[in-house]
């Protein structure tokens, strides 16, 4: 058995040469795979910020948000990143907790104002309401309110609480509209559930291909139908109730090697040339007021903001899911 | 001289004794009802079966010691003597190192009548063809100590005899101590030197 | 061994030890051994991380209990559907050995069973989902989410393992027994008693373990196509626990019992015997009967049945084809994915076929030797990466190397190695039959040759190339459709194939998504015409 052998040690040996040409960077972000892939934000933020800060930036990408957490929890102080990129609101306390955030010392006050945003470690880039998306086409007449697709029969598909952030944020919305009732409402939203996904792509390719009459997405995800695709039939319910936040947020490390370097990087985020590419790679909303954007983000639902702050996510978080959990599996 | 020493074999629970010595180059038939340890005699010698006690002497030397392949030992099985996947020729080259003895080979097969043979796969052999390929082969080998478990079994009387003939003519040319297994009086007058009578412990 | 010893004693004998010698052993072990450290390791990983604490109230919940009453049942189904419908198929190709297309159809069995899941899944939704092709023919209340869809999808990975082995074991029937049965003019019920039943009755129960154990621990299909909570087995709920909660005592606790149920039930039908698993020596000559018209064309039509189910998922992502602008298309970015998909397949599937074949060293010396029990042992644990949970090898590994190693770097080789541990199993079960088949006919003839290690290899590789090129291939297969092994160590600049399609279809592009997933496909199939000929050795 020689020649697979050689064979293994060959592949091996190449990849250590090609690994080894990677230099190590001058700012380390750790963000998820969609943010760098050769469609999202990630290449034209990296190519913007590297003209202006005559610096080396790498993006280290893990599978989504928080897998990035997870990945600070593993590493603890041996991690590689300067700056963080991508975990969301809701995930902010458990990391801040681990003890491995440094504050960012920015002025936030050229926020959107909706935003409501004070927070001393996490800077938010980009935003989205969580919505359920219909096709016009199909149906006519959507419904206007959380209570009312829950009674409805129509067919729907959402994701996984446990592996998913827009999983997590129906859980919060529910919990809101509903509260101490949301058990009850779990049960009877499944009984005209045509499926629970992993993620998100799952649950919204399985929609396109017309398995649902409702997915849940985000507020933005009709904007990328326009422009991208011309297609103007996908639209957004706007329900009466108030849609939860998604907000995506980035933050300084504690053993940053360049904090001010990194700090640059996180203004540069919230700067107005950054807020323009990211609505159009990452198909959510700006932070700042006054940014250039494609008409089909003028025809997007404008909803009022409910939801939870990240302490009460975090002190609740494990038994809504057990209640979910069972409910939705009745 | 080979010398069976006081041997105890234990073979399905059954304790089986021998005790005989063969002389270098001779050849011995050795004969005893179905069940009487023909069989694991020879394979004690080979190296398939465990003594427990006594001993197998060769030139003053133990074999017990040395695994099958150490063995200065040619063997001929009742069955699996060829590869099926391998076509005749190439079986018939196995067992010699280095030095195939190619000349000897086809003047064997031709005289035992298989030399149209050689490109085919054992498959497409009756099983007296098969049984004269694998007697070649056996005994051809350098090893001075040939044992040939039933040879001739499946032959017709025609090539039964021719076998038996070369088979003796080739053990005394080469000076191979042979040890024989065999039903058949017919084979013992043809070949062998003596005859040995295997029976129970107790008979 | 110096040099001149070596010489030595390969002149006194003709030959060192035998393959199956100690020495061989001593390889076959370490390798067992390493693959055993890469387990072990793995849970040392997560204990250490969790602290070793298990969640033992989690043994207490219904939520839990309906978990384990969930992947009971779906596996139990999953395997009795597999072979009940497996049986028909077999039997129609062992009637009609002549039949149109039938290299091509078996060629097809094998294709299924390594099918990559997204592929898979993606087939079936054109095809049953809501809008799906064939969806008007099942009625109002048909979902393909839930238990229905998962058995769909399990019976479509397994049914073709299934045909293989039973018309294998159906193959196995000495030409003897169906003469005798003519001379006793035995009629078709009691040909299917007393000759048919004995020859697949010996494989039925092993079969049916393994596709149960396949079952039970599903991951890709059942998170798919479950639904929802209702639908989760353990394979799922640890990754469910480790995904947003990072809950280590809850994944272990889990993990230890999967490992208990699912390794038991393996040792169990390892007891009862082996099936010749995926068809190692498919060409017979049989002499069965030729059944008459009416039976005739009753298996003709199971024939095209088989085949209209298995192809039709794959043909459902063709529609896909026609909206892609295939002049636009991006070829230079699917190309360099292709190609790494393809060596990282090769380089498991040799690397896995090499640790099979050394692992079953030993294996096959304790069978020589009569130690049952021994090769038993050694068997279970050459296959125990079948029964670990593949997510607790993954992440628990990542877990202790991500401080050590730099893993940006070099994941890729830790998705090399995880992957070829993960298919060793399927490498050893298809090696085994046929390297013990070699040892129980010709074990004792090549000793007695005295032939050498490189004359026995020789000798051996021509007995078993069959085997061993089929078995490349399957592992390969198995390797080229990974994410999930990827999804955690894979990084951007190695994308392999599969991890694309799941790329091009997180950003809206499905139609990329389709072009990829059929490419993927044709791959595959491109492996098989090269490493799955017709064999007709022994």
């Not at chain 3, 297969?477 to 091009?504: C, E, H, K, Q, R």
Request: net charge neutral.
């Amino acid at each position: 058995m020689k020649t697979p052998l050689s064979f293994c040690t060959g592949l091996a040996l190449g990849t250590l040469a090609l690994s080894a040409a990677a230099e190590s960077a001058d700012l380390r972000v750790y963000t998820y795979d969609s943010f760098v892939s050769e469609w999202g934000p990630g290449p034209q933020i990296e190519s913007a910020f590297e003209a202006q800060c005559d610096c080396d930036l790498e993006f280290i990408a893990v599978e989504d948000g928080v897998s990035i957490l997870n990945r600070l929890r593993i590493e603890r102080e041996g991690n590689k990143a300067d700056v963080i990129l991508g975990i969301d609101d809701a995930l902010i306390e458990e990391t801040r907790a681990t003890s491995l955030i440094a504050p960012h010392a920015l002025d936030l006050s050229g926020l959107k104002a909706e935003l409501n945003w004070h927070d001393s470690d996490f800077v938010p880039f980009d935003y989205g309401y969580f919505a359920f998306i219909y096709d016009s086409t199909r149906v006519g007449q959507p419904v206007d309110s959380l209570r009312a697709l829950i009674e409805s029969d129509a067919s729907v598909i959402y994701q996984d609480p446990r592996t998913s952030t827009p999983g997590q944020g129906l859980m919060l919305w529910v919990k809101s509209v509903y509260g101490d009732d949301a058990a009850a409402a779990w049960t009877r939203l499944a009984s005209h559930t045509v499926t629970v996904t992993k993620g998100w792509w799952e649950a919204y390719s399985l929609f396109l291909e017309g398995d649902a009459d409702y997915v849940l997405s985000y507020s933005t995800s009709p904007a990328y139908h326009q422009v991208a695709e011309g297609k103007n039939q996908y639209r957004a319910a706007a329900f009466s109730e108030g849609h939860v936040a998604q907000i995506e947020v980035g933050a300084i490390t504690r053993n940053a090697q360049d904090p001010e370097l990194a700090r640059r990087f996180l203004q540069f985020l919230i700067s107005a040339e950054a807020q323009a590419i990211i609505p159009v790679t990452n198909w959510m909303l700006p932070v700042v007021d006054d940014v250039e954007l494609p008409d089909a983000f003028d025809s997007l639902i404008r909803p009022e903001r409910i939801g939870f702050t990240p302490q009460q996510v975090e002190q609740s978080r494990r038994d809504w899911l057990r209640e979910w959990r069972s409910a939705a599996s009745r | 001289m080979l010398e069976i020493d006081r041997l105890d074999v234990m073979r399905d629970g059954m304790p089986l004794h021998y005790h005989f010595d063969v002389d270098a180059g001779e050849i011995l038939a050795i004969q005893g009802r179905s069940g009487v340890g023909k069989t694991t005699l020879l394979d004690t010698i080979a190296g398939f079966e465990q003594a427990r006690n006594g001993d197998i002497r060769w030139q003053g030397r133990s074999l017990l010691k040395l695994p099958a392949e150490r063995r200065p030992v040619s063997m001929l099985f009742q069955d699996h003597n060829l590869f099926e996947h391998l076509a005749i020729d190439a079986n018939l080259r196995l067992g010699f190192g280095d030095g195939v003895p190619e000349g000897a080979l086809l003047d064997a097969c031709t005289r035992l009548g298989v030399d149209a043979l050689l490109q085919r796969k054992p498959g497409e052999l009756s099983g007296g063809q098969r049984q004269r390929i694998a007697l070649i082969r056996t005994l051809l080998r350098p090893e001075p100590i040939v044992l040939l478990d039933e040879p001739f079994a499946e032959l017709d009387p025609e090539s039964r005899e021719t076998a038996a003939r070369w088979t003796r003519e080739v053990a005394r040319a080469g000076k191979k101590t042979l040890l024989l297994v065999t039903h058949q009086d017919e084979d013992v007058r043809l070949v062998a030197d003596r005859a040995l009578n295997l029976t129970w412990h107790g008979d | 061994m110096p040099l001149k010893m070596r010489r030595a004693a390969a002149s006194l004998g003709g030959s060192l030890r035998g393959i199956c010698g100690a020495r061989a052993g001593l390889a076959g072990a370490t390798v067992l051994a390493l693959c055993l450290l890469l387990t072990a390791l793995s849970f040392y990983g997560l204990i250490g991380f969790g602290r070793g604490g298990l969640d033992t109230r989690l043994l207490a919940d219904p939520y839990f209990h309906s978990l384990l009453q969930f992947s009971f049942k779906q596996a139990g189904l999953s395997a009795l559907l597999s072979l009940l419908l497996a049986w028909p198929v077999a039997r129609a190709l062992y009637y009609h050995p002549g039949l149109a297309l039938q290299r091509s159809f078996l060629r097809l069995c094998l294709l299924g069973f390594c099918m990559p899941t997204l592929v898979l899944i993606t087939g079936l939704v054109a095809l049953l989902g809501r809008n799906g092709l064939l969806t008007p023919l099942l009625g109002e209340n048909w979902n393909l989410y839930g238990l229905g869809g998962i058995l769909i999808a399990h019976v479509y990975l397994n049914l073709p393992f299934a045909v293989r082995a039973l018309l294998l074991a159906l193959q196995h029937i000495p030409d003897s027994s169906w003469r005798l049965a003519a001379q006793l003019k035995l009629g078709p019920w009691q040909r299917l008693r007393l000759i048919e039943w004995p020859a697949l009755q010996i494989s039925l129960l092993p079969l049916f373990g393994f596709i149960f154990v396949l079952c039970f621990n599903s991951f890709a299909v059942v998170l798919a196509l479950g639904g929802g909570p209702r639908a989760t087995t353990i394979e799922v709920a640890i990754y469910q626990a480790l995904k947003y909660d990072f809950n280590i005592p809850e994944a272990l606790t889990l993990a230890w019992i999967q490992l208990l149920i699912a390794g038991s039930l393996f040792l169990l039908l390892a007891r009862l015997g082996s099936a010749h698993w995926l068809g190692v020596d498919s060409a017979r000559r049989t002499r069965a009967p030729r059944p008459a018209a009416p039976a005739r064309t009753l298996h003709l039509l199971v024939y095209a049945t088989a085949w209209l189910s298995l192809t039709l998922p794959i043909l459902a992502l063709l529609p896909g084809l026609l909206d892609a602008d295939l002049q636009r298309f991006d070829w230079p970015a699917i190309l360099r994915p292709a190609l790494i998909t393809l060596i990282l397949g090769l380089g498991a599937g040799f690397g896995a076929l090499g640790a099979a074949y050394l692992m079953l060293l030993p294996v096959r010396r304790a069978r020589i030797q009569h130690q049952t029990k021994r090769a038993l042992a050694l068997e279970w644990l050459s296959t125990h990466t079948l029964v670990a949970p593949a997510l607790v090898l993954s992440v628990g590994l990542y877990i202790l190397l991500l401080p050590r190693l730099d893993l940006d770097r070099y994941g890729i080789l830790l998705v090399l190695l995880l992957n070829t541990a993960v298919v060793i199993p399927f490498a050893v079960q298809q090696l085994r039959p046929r390297l013990l088949q070699f040892d129980r006919h010709y074990d004792r003839l090549g000793r007695s040759l005295k032939l050498g290690v490189r004359a026995r290899l020789a000798v051996e590789w021509r007995f078993a190339r069959g085997a061993c090129l089929a078995s490349l291939g399957l592992v390969m297969l198995l390797a080229m459709g990974d994410v999930a092994i990827f999804s955690i160590f894979g990084s951007a600049d190695w994308t392999t194939l599969p991890w694309l399609i799941y790329g091009y279809a997180g950003t809206y592009r499905l139609e990329e998504a389709s072009v990829a997933s059929l490419l993927l496909l044709g791959l595959c199939a491109l492996v098989l015409l090269i490493f799955e000929r017709e064999r007709p050795d022994a």
